[in-house]
């Protein structure tokens, strides 16, 4: 920590599972909050303060294993990552690649297995053939909130046809922090937080969408 302060970092020590901690860290203006730590209560009481303090904010945890899966999800987690699965891919890879699996389809195995584990990564696992595309036209995630008056609210995801744009709803998070799988039947609120996915351009339309129609 005091390395990092003489360097000119901002660092913060204290317990996560603290308000007080959290909110010196930055909570109110933060983009994204990774819990890193493997310990359950801690993480139960991070998402708690979030929930509470800045439902907007997307949080990512690291487990163990999927044991406490659906408690983290339930209590506001966007994404958990077991490092039993990512350990699992990488034995897998190297010992299909060790017996003679050619690369390419090993690459493919691992991609579909987390294709099918992580929502918000959905499609984002590309191979080495895609390294030399234009990065600035890649697909990545966006972050948007309802404000009051957006023109989306009380709209449902079906007619703002966020699909005919590229986009796709990855996640969606009420204002209470609760986590909601996203249908075309979803009627978005006030203060509903989507995670969208798309490239640059079809993003920065299909938020104009939401908050002006």
């Not at 690291?62 to 077991?82: I, M």
């Not at 007619?159 to 009627?187: F, N, W």
């Not at 995670?195 to 002006?212: F, N, T």
Request: charged letters at 25%; aromatic letters at 2%.
């Amino acid at each position: 920590v005091r390395q990092a302060a003489a360097a000119g970092d901002s660092v913060v020590f204290g317990d996560a599972a603290r308000l007080q901690a959290l909110m010196a860290a930055g909570l109110a203006r933060a983009s994204a909050v990774v819990v890193t730590y493997l310990d359950v209560p801690g993480a139960m009481k991070v998402l708690a303060n979030t929930r509470a303090h800045a439902p907007q904010v997307p949080v990512i945890v690291r487990t163990q294993d999927d044991h406490d899966l659906e408690k983290l999800q339930a209590a506001g987690a966007t994404e958990v990552v077991p490092e039993a699965i990512e350990g699992s891919l990488m034995l897998a890879s190297h010992a299909l690649a060790l017996v003679g699996v050619p690369m390419r389809r090993v690459i493919r195995v691992v991609q579909d297995q987390r294709d099918a584990r992580y929502n918000l990564l959905r499609g984002y696992f590309h191979g080495a053939d895609d390294d030399n595309a234009d990065e600035l036209d890649h697909e990545r995630l966006n972050t948007f909130t309802l404000t009051p008056g957006a023109r989306a609210i009380g709209q449902t995801l079906e007619r703002l046809s966020l699909q005919g744009l590229g986009v796709r709803v990855a996640s969606l998070r009420r204002q209470d922090g609760q986590p909601r799988v996203p249908a075309e039947d979803t009627v978005l609120s006030d203060g509903d937080t989507l995670v969208l996915s798309g490239k640059p351009a079809a993003l920065a339309m299909a938020i104009e969408r939401l908050q002006k129609g």
